[in-house]
């Protein structure tokens, strides 16, 4: 593919393996001249000339210190970084990452020379994702081999209730540390609270026993709603992410192993622990902990390209006002969130949320 720009002249355009493009380049000397002042003056800001104010030094005086071909590479960079941008533009290029540059030709009063390496966004083929979801949702679905009965039974009832006295035993006079399993259980047991009024008053908004059980019943059931809705997306995700086929960027992986590796290091630090401390108990480094991500980290990965794809045929998208409502909810938790990652993440997250009722429901379109 050759074509022409003023920031840059014929270009030629590779595909590589991984999802990648190189694209090979010139541009002109007359065009890498007008690149000259601007470097002139990032270097001259940059360095500190006895005599001379920052930012003030001569040009000659600059270039008899740092040397011609300094300011050569500062105006490459420069020539390079607007040429890029253009060349993205006029291929329609949806690059993703920070791009590896390689000059090969820099001479004064020469044209530019150089080579650019860059991850895409690569091609994704979309299976019958509808047929897919449904084909799952049928399974949960009153018959299915995966349907959950939302009606909270005795049993369940009173698991849930034991759970609530267990969580709201009184610990003293024991040193459990010292106790044994079996030993520490019937101290639990031995030290339950009695189920009466005043005990479940003090747990919330609960007048008496039969109505602290009425409304445990029903906390019960949206939990395993919940989980079956979990459970039931999760199969929909595993049977379209099986039928799709796509080349995953490595900047994509590393990407969400990034994100793990920091939510990990957050998890374990809110317990005391260190994660340069947990891999040594563990005996393994972070390099084999990123290995063990891997498999899940390019799954996620994959699924959320899938999720996008899905976004844009059906045209589903998180509203502004619901981004907005969901940003100010975010800031407001975590006071050092930046306000740009987080609207990021915001519409990331709420446009997933209606892909899902989608492929669920089949008629979660924007704005409903």
């Known amino acids: 593919m050759t074509t022409t720009n003023k920031s840059y002249d014929s270009v030629t355009i590779k595909k590589l393996d991984g999802s990648r493009l190189e694209i090979t380049s010139s541009i002109s000397a007359e065009t890498l001249a007008k690149f000259r002042p601007q470097a002139i003056k990032e270097i001259g800001e940059s360095i500190k000339l006895d005599g001379f104010r920052k930012g003030m030094v001569p040009e ?13 590479e500062e105006m490459a960079e420069q020539a390079i970084s607007r040429a890029y941008f253009d060349i993205l533009v006029d291929n329609k290029i949806d690059a993703i990452g920070r791009p590896s540059t390689q000059i090969t030709k820099l001479a004064k009063d020469n044209p530019l020379e150089f080579k650019i390496t860059t991850a895409v966004l690569p ?3 979309l299976p019958d994702y509808k047929k897919l979801a449904q084909k799952e949702v049928a399974k949960s ?3 299915g081999a995966d349907y959950v009965d939302e009606k909270v039974s005795d049993k369940e009832l009173e698991d849930a209730i034991l759970r609530i006295r267990k969580a709201n035993v009184s610990h003293e006079g024991h040193d459990h540390e010292k106790m044994t399993a079996e030993e520490h259980e019937k101290a639990v047991e031995a030290s339950l609270p009695e189920l009466t009024d005043d005990f479940v008053k003090k747990l919330g908004d609960f007048t008496d026993v039969p109505d602290f059980k009425v409304k445990l019943s029903a906390m019960v059931a949206e939990q395993k709603r919940d989980q079956a809705n979990e459970k039931r997306r999760i199969r929909i995700a595993d049977a379209i992410t099986e039928a799709t086929k ?4 490595e900047i994509m992986i590393e990407s969400e192993l990034e994100r793990t590796q920091a939510q990990f290091a957050a998890d374990i ?3 005391g622990v260190k994660l ?4 040594k108990h563990a005996k393994k480094t972070l ?3 990123r290995k063990e991500w891997r498999p ?8 959320q390209l899938i999720l996008n794809a899905i976004s844009d045929a059906e045209k589903i998208k998180a509203e502004p006002a619901e981004i907005e409502e969901e940003v100010n909810q975010i800031v407001e938790h975590y006071k050092d969130a930046d306000r740009e990652r987080a609207t990021v993440y915001a519409e990331t997250v709420l446009t997933n949320e209606k892909v899902f009722r989608f492929l669920e429901k089949g008629e979660e379109k924007s704005g409903k």
Do not use: C, T
């Open 269 to 271: 630090e809110r317990m």
């Open 296 to 303: 899940h980290a390019e799954k996620k990965a994959k699924l």
């Open 276 to 279: 340069d401390d947990y891999l």
């Open 141 to 143: 679905a009153k018959g």
């Open 287 to 289: 390099e084999e902990i």
């Open 60 to 72: 000659n005086v600059l270039v008899s210190k740092v040397g011609e071909m300094a300011i050569l």
């Open 123 to 125: 091609e994704i083929k």
């Open 246 to 249: 796509v080349e995953l960027p």
